[in-house]
């Protein structure tokens, strides 16, 4: 018997589908901003996915996790790769569209696979800040802790250094499949067309917005950009 469910949340759903009587992949879907909006509620957060990951009564079956992503709210980002840690069974993350900076880590895959036209962005992690110099500074350390702990997880994936990755971050890497496969984030392509890839617009405002909120008021810190 087949089982598809779409499991609602505020802003669009995930979906959830595989069938009962074999042990074929399950099938999950992501398609939105990780972490939900203070102002509209929208997003996708680590609560959504356990409610998904409720429905699958075998968890020792393969997930099959599509992502088209800009990013969004590193806690949530970490606490999703937490939770798919502790899944026994495979997991393979299909980058359908755009796995950009908390969706190009999130997914602790056993193998990742890309669009030939898929795309990846990698930037390190920014925060609002406001206040005196000591803000600064603490907002300096925590930030510096994030790059690395990110930096960590893509070099743990590619064999890289961490300061190869960061460098990378640092420079604010627009990776295409063929690039992601080389450079090691990626670990086949496959074909078919994208959900969607930024345009050189989208780009330039996501890089925009990083610069931008160098001198605002710390918050959780976040990676991704809504454009």
Do not use: C
């Not at 992501?30 to 990951?53: Q, V």
């Not at 969706?103 to 895959?109: K, Q, V």
């Not at 930024?198 to 001198?215: D, H, I, R, V, Y």
Request: glycine share 8%.
């Amino acid at each position: 018997m087949s089982f598809q469910k779409s499991i609602p949340y505020i802003g669009g759903k995930i979906d959830v589908a595989f069938d009962k009587a074999d042990e074929l992949p399950v099938s999950i879907q992501i398609y939105d901003d990780i972490g939900k909006d203070p102002w509209t509620g929208e997003g996708f957060s680590a609560k959504d996915l356990a409610n998904a990951l409720k429905e699958i009564p075998n968890r020792n079956r393969e997930l099959r996790i599509a992502v088209n992503s800009r990013g969004g709210d590193v806690n949530e980002g970490k606490t999703i790769r937490s939770m798919l840690e502790d899944w026994p069974g495979r997991i393979v993350n299909v980058i359908d569209g755009v796995a950009a900076s908390t969706a190009s880590w999130m997914i602790p895959a056993d193998e990742v696979q890309a669009r030939n036209h898929s795309q990846i962005f990698i930037h390190k992690s920014w925060a609002m800040v406001m206040g005196n110099s000591d803000d600064m500074t603490k907002a300096v350390a925590m930030l510096n802790t994030t790059d690395e702990q990110i930096a960590d997880i893509y070099a743990s994936k590619t064999g890289k250094g961490r300061e190869a990755m960061m460098k990378l971050m640092t420079d604010e890497t627009l990776l295409t499949g063929q690039t992601a496969l080389e450079l090691g984030l990626v670990d086949k392509l496959i074909d078919g067309n994208p959900v969607h890839n930024f345009s050189a617009t989208e780009l330039q405002n996501m890089k925009g917005k990083l610069a931008a909120m160098n001198s605002l008021k710390l918050s959780a810190p976040t990676q991704g950009a809504d454009t």
